[in-house]
C-alpha cells in the first residue's frame, strides 16, 4: 500500500506539534500549547483520513491500523484535561504515549489490503472500533494517572484536583466501554443473529467493563483506601489490554474467536 510510504512524514510533523505543544505548555503558554497539540491531532487525523479513502475501508482491521488511533486518541486525552484542568504533564507524556505507537507501526509495518470479511462490512464497524479506542485511551491516561501518583508522586497524598482528573478518566472511559459494548452487541445480533456469545474477546471485555465498575463503585465510598484503587487501576488497565490485543495469543482464541486482529 503506496499510502504507508507517507506515514513517516506525517507521524513526524504531528510528533513535531505535539511536542512543540507539550514545550508551551511548561512554559505557561496555554494557547501556543493547544495551538500547537490541535495542529498536530490535525496533521495526524488527516493522514488517517487520506489512508481511508485509499484502502476503500476504515483502517481498522489490523492491530497497526488499531494503534494509529491510539496515537490519535493518546494527545486529543492530554489536550482535554490540559486545557480543562491546566494539568500539563499529562498532556507531555500523552505525547511520549503516542510516540511509542507510532514507533511500533514504523518498527514493524503491515501489508494494508483493502480485503474485509463480510462481517465487518457492517455500518456498525467503524463506530464500535472508534468508540472502544476513544475508551482505550481515556482508561489509558487514568493508569497513567495512577502510575505517576503510585510511584512519582513521592509519596505524598494526591490532591483533590487529581484524585478529580482521575476519576473523570475512568468515567468518562468506562461509559464510552458501555457504549462500546452495547454497538458490538447490535453489530453481533446483525452479523450473526446473536447479541451475545461469551466469545473471548467478549468474556475479557466483560470483565473489563466489571473491573472499571468496581473502581467507581469504590471511590464513590470517599473513605477507602486510596492506594488500593490506584492499585485496582493498574489491574484494570492490564485487562484492558488483554481485551485489546492480548487474546489474540490466547489459545483459546486462535481459530475461533471472530474478534482476533489481524496480525499483518
Same mark, same amino acid.
Given at each position: 500500500?503506496?499510502?504507508?510510504?507517507?506515514?513517516?512524514?506525517?507521524?513526524? =510533523?504531528?510528533?513535531?506539534? @505535539?511536542?512543540?505543544?507539550?514545550?508551551?505548555?511548561?512554559?505557561?503558554?496555554?494557547?501556543?500549547?493547544?495551538?500547537?497539540?490541535?495542529?498536530?491531532?490535525?496533521?495526524?487525523?488527516?493522514?488517517? /483520513?487520506?489512508?481511508?479513502?485509499?484502502?476503500?475501508?476504515?483502517?481498522?482491521?489490523?492491530?497497526?491500523?488499531?494503534?494509529? @488511533?491510539?496515537?490519535?486518541?493518546?494527545?486529543?486525552?492530554?489536550?482535554?484535561?490540559?486545557?480543562?484542568?491546566?494539568?500539563?504533564?499529562?498532556?507531555? +507524556?500523552?505525547?511520549?504515549? =503516542?510516540?511509542? +505507537?507510532?514507533?511500533?507501526?514504523?518498527?514493524?509495518?503491515?501489508?494494508?489490503?483493502?480485503?474485509?470479511?463480510?462481517? !465487518?462490512?457492517?455500518?456498525?464497524?467503524? #463506530?464500535?472500533?472508534? /468508540?472502544?479506542?476513544?475508551?482505550?485511551?481515556?482508561?489509558?491516561?487514568?493508569?497513567?494517572?495512577?502510575?505517576?501518583?503510585?510511584?512519582?508522586?513521592?509519596?505524598? =497524598?494526591?490532591?483533590?484536583?487529581?484524585?478529580? /482528573?482521575?476519576?473523570? !478518566?475512568?468515567?468518562?472511559?468506562?461509559?464510552?466501554?458501555?457504549?462500546?459494548?452495547?454497538?458490538?452487541? !447490535?453489530?453481533?445480533?446483525?452479523? @450473526?443473529?446473536?447479541?451475545?456469545?461469551?466469545? #473471548?474477546?467478549?468474556?475479557?471485555?466483560?470483565?473489563?467493563?466489571?473491573?472499571?465498575?468496581?473502581?467507581?463503585?469504590?471511590?464513590?465510598?470517599?473513605?477507602?483506601?486510596?492506594?488500593?484503587?490506584? $492499585?485496582?487501576?493498574?489491574?484494570?488497565?492490564?485487562?484492558?489490554?488483554?481485551? $485489546? $490485543?492480548? /487474546?489474540?495469543?490466547? #489459545?483459546? =482464541?486462535?481459530?475461533?474467536?471472530?474478534?482476533?486482529?489481524?496480525?499483518?
Amino acid at each position: 500500500m503506496q499510502i504507508w510510504n507517507f506515514f513517516l512524514i506525517f507521524a513526524l =510533523a504531528a510528533m513535531l506539534f @505535539w511536542s512543540l505543544g507539550a514545550f508551551f505548555s511548561w512554559k505557561g503558554k496555554k494557547a501556543l500549547a493547544v495551538g500547537a497539540t490541535v495542529a498536530g491531532l490535525a496533521v495526524f487525523l488527516s493522514y488517517v /483520513i487520506v489512508l481511508w479513502t485509499a484502502l476503500d475501508r476504515p483502517p481498522m482491521r489490523t492491530m497497526g491500523e488499531t494503534r494509529l @488511533w491510539y496515537s490519535l486518541f493518546l494527545p486529543l486525552m492530554g489536550l482535554i484535561v490540559y486545557s480543562r484542568w491546566n494539568y500539563k504533564w499529562l498532556l507531555s +507524556f500523552s505525547t511520549v504515549l =503516542a510516540a511509542v +505507537f507510532i514507533t511500533i507501526n514504523l518498527l514493524k509495518p503491515e501489508i494494508h489490503s483493502k480485503t474485509m470479511m463480510p462481517a !465487518l462490512q457492517s455500518p456498525w464497524f467503524a #463506530p464500535h472500533v472508534i /468508540i472502544y479506542m476513544m475508551a482505550y485511551a481515556l482508561l489509558g491516561a487514568a493508569f497513567v494517572m495512577a502510575a505517576y501518583l503510585l510511584f512519582f508522586h513521592h509519596h505524598q =497524598a494526591p490532591s483533590d484536583k487529581e484524585w478529580t /482528573i482521575t476519576d473523570n !478518566l475512568v468515567y468518562v472511559g468506562w461509559a464510552f466501554l458501555t457504549l462500546g459494548m452495547l454497538s458490538g452487541a !447490535l453489530w453481533a445480533k446483525m452479523a @450473526w443473529g446473536n447479541y451475545w456469545a461469551w466469545d #473471548p474477546k467478549e468474556t475479557w471485555a466483560a470483565a473489563t467493563w466489571l473491573a472499571y465498575l468496581v473502581y467507581i463503585h469504590y471511590r464513590l465510598r470517599k473513605q477507602g483506601n486510596m492506594r488500593f484503587a490506584l $492499585w485496582v487501576l493498574i489491574v484494570n488497565f492490564a485487562l484492558l489490554q488483554m481485551c $485489546w $490485543w492480548g /487474546i489474540n495469543y490466547l #489459545p483459546s =482464541a486462535k481459530g475461533t474467536s471472530v474478534h482476533t486482529y489481524y496480525m499483518n
